[in-house]
């Protein structure tokens, strides 16, 4: 409301009435689809609410992630920068395990306003996941289960399945959870385990809401709502739509930086150190694991001097900043070491070292042993640690996650009728579902003969595609998003091993919204051979620390199929899509769709 209110200062006043249901001093206003007025900000709303809107040319703004839109815009928080700024706060806390909680399906009274898992959730998981894996980490999740509201004792429930999930966290760890609320639960069920806060369980929310951060004990850490900009905002949507302005379609889905982090006692690890070398302990931890930063660089942003800098580390943490650098450094290191997708050189540039020599002489003095030799006996080590899974999970993603399919067919047809030649629906499907482009190209070239501008095919396609995946809204497939949430919330590693290139996997997973969900992708641009070939998916699971035996692929085509099994895979086919027969293709179980899948069925062991 400040920031409608500051919008307004400059402008034609307005008359606000805010929904209330005070009988007494106030008159008791609702507003539904019955009230009358030019113009509504609305939190949510129900369809048959905003149609009724629209039909009486009442102007809208929506503020919150969930529900229908029906062309409204929405002005909301970015989700995806609230999730990376908590991994960021919570690595610099110098913690190593972490978790992310948050609700799942809520049970309301009116059926219209329970829209399922909460798009919000996955947005704020998705960022909070991405930055963590820039650290080689991954967080555990977990979506309580959907309970009515309503009821006296739900709140009960609530605190108990938090606990128990609290419970089998390693520790110490970083908790991000998904707002004040449910951060405030995690507190209260920590307390009754006897888990300390911050000690062995930091807590970050969102939000920022004094009735939950000053009410929990102790105080909660949060990250700030931006309610000021969104305010702004959504008054200066409002008023276009009312003056007749019009909208401009990039303007339907606004999204505005969270504040900063308010670090209260729950995450406030430092606590106990002194005040003055704080930032620079925070520095070290994040920027370490990827910079050799020096202890003179150091001194260079602080007003205290190189003496006073040692001295109070030294009273802090037992050691001084250069050990404190070399520390975390050398906690990174371990880490990558453990995971059998990195290379030694990779790992030597990630971690910013002149050469793979220099990170070995780093490690063996640090250790006393060689980076092979710890990682040859660390892959020997049959137990289950949390860098090398017991099992993953491979997706294709044209016609797998996404019906993208269409949009790649009709890109080529494009291009190719642009030269007099025809490609049908029905060649497409039986010929090239699940090759790769490479493969596409080349026999579509070889198909049209002499006289075929070869290079003028190759670019009018990609362009083509490009028009139509910005263009062309692209949802996810029946059953992907509950499939890949249940599967998160048993902390499986996921990874995408498709025939299309490396750009544009990208693009469709964040066009359908998915991109948080995956730890690896590996694209036909980026193997010697496409599908049927194993090349791929050995990419994926390797980029995964997975070995092939214990990776579950999901596919929808011959193709696809026959280079999972190929790759040592177990196959699961989904849908029905025409193609050739291609030797070697097998499949454990063929199911219509992933709303079909019963993943205890595949599981090798218990997972918690």
């Known amino acids: 409301m400040e920031g409608v209110t500051d919008y307004l200062r400059a402008r034609e006043p307005w008359t606000l009435v805010t929904e209330n249901d005070s009988f007494g001093e106030m008159e008791a206003i609702r507003i539904d689809r019955h009230w009358n007025g030019d113009g509504v900000i609305l939190f949510r709303a129900t369809q048959e609410e905003l149609s009724a809107f629209r039909q009486r040319g009442v102007a809208v703004v929506i503020t919150s992630t969930e529900g229908p839109s029906d062309g409204f815009p929405r002005v909301i928080p970015d989700n995806h920068h609230v999730g990376r700024i908590a991994a960021e706060h919570l690595v610099a806390c110098g913690l190593e395990n972490h978790a992310f909680l948050a609700r799942g399906e809520t049970i309301y009274r009116e059926q219209e306003y329970a829209p399922g898992l909460r798009r919000y959730a996955r947005e704020r998981l998705g960022g909070f996941r991405e930055r963590l894996a820039e650290f080689a980490r991954q967080p555990s999740v977990h979506y309580l289960q959907g309970r009515p509201l309503w009821k006296k004792d739900t709140w009960r429930e609530v605190e108990a399945e938090t606990a128990e999930f609290l419970r089998r966290l390693p520790k110490p760890c970083g908790l991000f959870a998904v707002d004040d609320a449910l951060a405030s639960v995690a507190i209260r069920a920590a307390a009754g385990l006897g888990i300390r806060v911050p000690e062995d ?103 205290l001097s190189l003496t006073t800098i040692k001295a109070r580390f030294s009273a802090a943490l037992g050691h001084g900043p250069k050990q404190e650098i070399q520390r975390v450094r050398l906690a990174h290191l371990r880490t990558l070491l453990l995971e059998p997708r990195f290379s030694f050189a990779q790992i030597a540039e990630h971690m910013g070292f002149v050469s793979c020599h220099e990170m070995g002489r780093f490690f063996t003095r640090s250790t006393g042993e060689s980076p092979s030799s710890f990682r040859e006996r660390e892959v020997r080590n049959e137990s289950p640690s949390p860098t090398r899974p017991r099992w993953a999970v491979v997706f294709d993603l044209d016609g797998t996650l996404i019906d993208s399919e269409p949009l790649y067919f009709e890109a ?149 199929a026959a280079a999972a099994t190929a790759a040592g895979m177990k196959v699961v086919r989904v849908g029905n899509n025409p193609g050739n027969e291609v030797p070697g293709s097998r499949s454990i179980i063929r199911i219509s769709s992933l709303e079909d899948i019963d993943w205890h069925a595949f599981m090798p062991f218990p997972v918690s």
């Open 201 to 303: 369980l930091a807590v970050i929310g969102f939000g920022d809401d004094p009735a939950y951060c000053f009410s929990s004990s102790p105080a909660l850490s949060t990250i700030v709502y931006p309610a000021f900009p969104i305010g702004r905002h959504v008054a200066e949507l409002l008023e276009q739509q009312m003056s007749g302005s019009g909208l401009q379609t990039d303007n339907l889905r606004t999204t505005v930086a969270p504040g900063a982090v308010i670090v209260r006692r729950s995450s406030d690890t430092l606590g106990t150190v002194d005040p003055s070398i704080q930032g620079i302990i925070r520095r070290i931890r994040l920027e370490a694991p990827r910079d050799p930063i020096r202890v003179s660089e150091l001194v260079a942003g602080s007003p």
């Open 412 to 560: 080529y047809r494009t291009a190719f009728a642009a030269q007099g030649m025809e490609l049908t629906e029905e060649t497409y499907a039986r010929d090239f579902i699940g090759a790769s482009n490479t493969a596409i190209e080349q026999q579509l070239i070889s198909t049209a003969g002499a006289g075929f501008d070869a290079a003028r095919f190759r670019t009018d396609w990609r362009d083509s595609l490009g028009q139509i995946l910005r263009s062309t809204p692209l949802p996810p497939l029946p059953g992907v998003v509950a499939c890949l949430e249940a599967l998160c919330e048993r902390s499986v590693p996921l990874g995408i091993a498709s025939s299309s290139d490396v750009a544009d996997i990208d693009t469709c997973l964040h066009a359908a919204g998915l991109a948080g969900y995956f730890s690896a992708r590996s694209g036909g641009d980026e193997v010697p051979q496409g599908k049927p070939a194993p090349d791929v998916f050995l990419l994926t699971s390797r980029r995964l620390g997975a070995d092939p035996s214990i990776c579950l692929a999901i596919e929808d085509s011959e193709r696809g």
